[in-house]
């Protein structure tokens, strides 16, 4: 990898900037000073330093987010602002979202680089539950329950995967609810209850697989995966 990539990556400025720090002689490769920002480095053998500062290079990076609604699911849009931009410690450009949460959906979402670990956690050959929190207006019952284990068909000729609603409360009015999914199709938890005559009013992930939105974090804040966390997330064995 190019040294001044590297160091971009790293969050040492763009690339111009990181090409006026080698100029001033700071960054140290194995022990030399180096001048030339084209030279090409090893990340995980080289030992490089900028300042008194050691850049220990990750290959890979995960982060759960809280996210809040307005924020669209995708690294670029015209008209939404992005969840990439509420991660602004992290400097490369090649983070990304796993899967999608509508524009005015919250909670939930895990922001890598690993395209591997992604296409584990979405491919429907994997069978990832989510697990979403929701307000409903209209009361929802035991018929709809069963109805949503035999598999909600949504846009006139999609059956949905069996899913697990429960029912947290009601009102005369509205209901609050927690529904397991297997899939991720486009609004789906949304067409699901406008299927049995109902309307969702709020919608919040908080389960992916076995990992759980972490309560402490705001709206828009987010933090690292701990190891543990992350060891759950890729273990296959947690699938169906």
């Not at 690339?15 to 030279?39: A, M």
């Not at 900028?50 to 996210?67: A, G, P, R, S």
Request: aromatic share 8%; charged share 35%; with cysteine.
């Amino acid at each position: 990898m190019r040294i001044d990539k590297l160091l971009a990556h790293s969050g040492f400025g763009s690339r111009k900037e990181v090409k006026e720090l080698i100029k001033k002689g700071i960054v140290i490769v194995n022990g030399e000073k180096i001048k030339k920002d084209k030279i090409h480095v090893d990340p995980m053998r080289d030992e490089i330093w900028v300042d008194d500062q050691q850049i220990i290079y990750e290959e890979h990076v995960y982060y759960m987010l809280n996210k809040p609604a307005g924020y669209v699911s995708a690294t670029e849009d015209k008209l939404y602002p992005t969840v990439v931009e509420l991660i602004d410690d992290y400097y490369r450009d090649d983070l990304f979202p796993v899967g999608r949460l509508d524009v005015d959906t919250e909670g939930l979402l895990i922001m890598t680089n690993d395209g591997v670990l992604a296409h584990q956690l979405l491919s429907p050959k994997k069978h990832c539950p989510k697990v979403y929190y929701a307000k409903i207006k209209g009361v929802v019952n035991e018929n709809d329950i069963q109805k949503f284990l035999k598999g909600i068909v949504i846009n006139d000729d999609y059956q949905c995967q069996s899913a697990h609603l429960k029912i947290i409360s009601t009102t005369s009015t509205e209901s609050e609810i927690e529904v397991e999914i297997y899939e991720g199709k486009f609004h789906q938890v949304k067409k699901m209850f406008l299927a049995v005559g109902k309307e969702v009013t709020y919608l919040k992930r908080i389960r992916m697989k076995d990992l759980e939105l972490d309560n402490s974090l705001e709206l828009g804040a987010y933090r690292r995966l701990t190891d543990e966390e992350l060891d759950r997330l890729k273990d296959e064995s947690v699938l169906q």
